[in-house]
């Protein structure tokens, strides 16, 4: 559930009237009967009822069968709003921009991503200087008719001459490695399977990288559990079963491995982590001298990454004893925590992440949710700070030591990516290349607000909107939230906002607890058994919407996706009256059995189990699934979910809704949109897209009772 690979979830406010502005009124909905069966868990003496549990076979028959009869169901009723092909036609005009990724040097080329707008997939381009004639080096597009096999990943050798690639087949977790020859733009013979959480890293003549057993002929490898992941070394144009081990740790199979080779090809420095929010390991391996995988970092008493190599010493930024984060060099010879250098110390902010490049260290911080930059010589002495377009958020800077140019993007919620090449010793930024896109950015503004948790905490708070709007509590709202897994929201642009946004609406991000936004002491403050911090925040930023004029309960909408699926679904189920519509997307719904499936085992860090006697108590009284309440009129709903959902494994969604179809008392809908070939978002195809945001917001204005106009 890391920060790169998550979807976004939409929970909406439904309006009391389905008639009005919006046409016609819809017939009562009748959902599938779905079957129960008799099946109890003793949880330390707790009799937990679970009567959809054969829902968890998601290729049986009957499964297949009910998700076909939920699908008729969805799909009657967004077909019957009368909007929705208006809605999709500006989504589709909307997402019909020229998108691209800051290009990297590599030798006397440059390579970068560009989507021309509706293509399925962005292409890899590559280009003889900044002035040079693009010329594609890989298209994705070619991958499938369908555009559902995406690309996952690419790593160059280090001289430019091989090209690895990852592939994602319908947006799951497991990849496939392939490698090209750059130069003749030949697919080799090698295919690298069994591939997940893990890089691809360059050395010599191949790469190293992390993989798993083959799955039983029989297992479902979308749902089945994996443990025991080992590091590989393989060597261009042989095949896999001919690939070296290099690490496996039998007595604990947990343990993931992260693998990155040095520029100069004398240490694989490896990030090893058991769980998403544990503390983690930092593992060596001396290349020149082959010598074994040694720790370096052997204890969990903090998070280490690394930056670079500072002759034989480690550049690592790390949360030990500084919670905003510091930068220290850690030499492998002398590891004792004594003997760290500190080179760029913890402050009042947290730093994010360390560039070094052209001799300097580039951090990037967060400064309330916002990013600002500063630049360091390689002793830590501060040299100046980098002059950034706006307020928003920043990424890029990635380069090597002799570098003197690097790329940033630059972004907030309404002002599309645009790219700019920074000169280092100069500190001279300049605009590369802009995206436009068809609205018009300055009819619309950002705020930054912060208001008080249930326990006086102070949150901050987006809030985006048309210049002038009229703050008499009836604006279509949409809240946001994620609040976990040490990920925070900070601006950016959301191209599935702008219908809102036009429509006189208000988008709004609150930046919980549980995320990084300042650092590892405010995302402790929620996880285990503190995670109602999380819930309590999201909820005072709904009632902040609505105490300040922003909008109603009936004109609120509340989302978030993954982890943000969880917040919904459990926020809708302790206040289902301050919401009309609710969206959990690919959310985590049953706590006591998320560890059960997939990678859900490495959430525990972050959760807390149902097989501990204390932590089942917390988990039990919030759980979104045990929590759904009979007789309660609750939001209307559009749960979504994947098929290929192999992160949050999609029985989640289809447990929830039934249980949620069943108890639930009221007019508004409660619904599930399930998608195929499609994951836990990473790797989705542009129109799948265009209609995944066209149904919820079609959803979301029906059920305001609001006719939007484009």
Not at 133 to 162: H, I, Q, R, W
Not at 524 to 552: H, P
Request: glycine letters at 8%.
């Amino acid at each position: 559930m890391k920060k790169s690979t998550k979807t976004i979830v939409f929970c909406f406010f439904l309006s009391l009237l389905l008639i009005g502005s919006t046409g016609t009124q819809q017939s009562p909905i009748k959902y599938p009967v779905t079957k129960k069966v008799d099946h109890v868990d003793d949880y330390f003496g707790t009799k937990v009822k679970d009567p959809y549990r054969w829902l968890e076979e998601m290729n049986s028959p009957e499964t297949r069968q009910w998700i076909n009869a939920q699908k008729e169901v969805t799909d009657n009723y967004l077909s019957s709003i009368e909007f929705r092909p208006q809605l999709k036609a500006r989504f589709t005009e909307l997402w019909n921009y020229e998108r691209y990724s800051s290009p990297y040097k590599r030798g006397e080329y440059y390579t970068f991503s560009k989507n021309d707008g509706l293509q399925e997939q962005s292409v890899i381009y590559i280009q003889k200087g900044l002035k040079g004639k693009p010329e594609v080096l890989l298209d994705p597009n070619t991958f499938s008719k369908d555009g559902s096999v995406s690309l996952a990943g690419m790593s160059f050798s280090k001289d430019n001459k091989y090209l690895g690639y990852g592939i994602s087949r319908g947006g799951s977790d497991w990849r496939e490695y392939y490698v090209m020859e750059v130069k003749t733009r030949e697919k080799m013979s090698d295919h690298i399977q069994w591939v997940k959480f893990s890089t691809s890293s360059w050395y010599k003549d191949g790469f190293f990288y992390s993989r798993y057993d083959e799955p039983p002929k029989d297992a479902d490898k979308l749902k089945i559990k994996v443990q025991d992941q080992k590091i590989y070394y393989h060597r261009a144009g042989t095949p896999q079963s001919e690939d070296k081990l290099i690490y496996r740790d039998s007595k604990n199979p947990k343990r993931i491995y992260v693998g990155s080779v040095t520029d100069d090809e004398k240490y694989l420095l490896i990030y090893v982590m058991e769980g998403a929010a544990d503390y983690n390991f930092f593992y060596f391996k001396n290349l020149e001298k082959d010598l074994p995988v040694t720790p370096l970092i052997d204890k969990p008493i903090g998070h280490f990454s690394a930056v670079d190599v500072i002759g034989d010493k480690f550049l690592l930024q790390t949360d030990y004893e500084a919670p905003n984060y510091k930068l220290v060099l850690i030499d492998p010879k002398n590891p004792q925590k004594e003997h760290w250098e500190t080179i760029i110390p913890e402050s009042t902010d947290k730093l994010n992440y360390v560039s070094y490049v052209g001799g300097r260290l580039i951090a990037s911080y967060l400064k309330d949710a916002n990013t600002k930059v500063t630049v360091f010589d390689v002793k830590g002495k501060k040299l100046y700070d980098v002059q950034l377009p706006g307020i928003g958020t920043v990424w890029g800077f990635a380069g090597k030591k002799d570098y003197n140019e690097v790329f940033y993007t630059f972004t907030s919620f309404t002002t599309p990516p645009a790219i700019y090449r920074y000169d280092i010793k100069e500190n001279k930024s300049e605009l590369f290349r802009e995206s436009r896109v068809k609205f018009n950015p300055a009819a619309y503004e950002t705020r930054q607000v912060f208001y008080e948790s249930k326990d006086k905490t102070r949150v901050p708070l987006f809030i985006v909107h048309k210049k002038g709007l009229p703050m008499k509590g009836q604006n279509p709202t949409m809240l946001y939230g994620y609040g976990g897994f040490n990920s925070g929201m900070q601006p950016r642009f959301r191209i599935s906002i702008i219908p809102l946004l036009e429509n006189g609406g208000v988008y709004a991000t609150a930046c919980l607890r549980g995320g990084d936004e300042y650092g590892e002491k405010w995302h402790r403050a929620g996880m285990l058994e503190k995670k109602q911090n999380v819930f309590d925040d999201f909820i005072a930023a709904a009632e902040y919407l609505v105490r300040t004029g922003y909008t109603s309960p009936q004109k609120l909408a509340i989302m978030g996706a993954s982890n943000g699926g969880l917040l919904v679904g459990a926020v809708m189920n302790q206040r289902p009256d301050l919401f009309k519509v609710a969206i959990p997307d690919v959310g985590v719904m049953d706590m006591l059995r998320f560890h059960k499936f997939t990678i859900g085992w490495a959430w525990v860090g972050e959760y807390g189990s149902s097989e501990d006697p204390e932590q089942f108590k917390f988990l039990y009284k919030y759980s979104p699934l045990h929590n759904i309440k009979p007789g309660i009129n609750y939001p209307a709903t559009l749960v979504a979910t994947a098929d290929h959902d192999d992160r949050v494994f999609p029985a989640h969604s289809f447990k929830y809704i039934s249980t949620l179809q069943e108890k639930h008392k009221g007019n508004n809908p409660v619904l599930i949109r399930i998608e195929t070939k499609v994951g836990h978002g990473a790797g989705t195809a542009t129109s799948k897209s265009i209609q995944l945001y066209t149904d919820i917001y079609a959803f979301m204005f029906y059920n305001m009772n609001i006719k939007p106009v484009f």
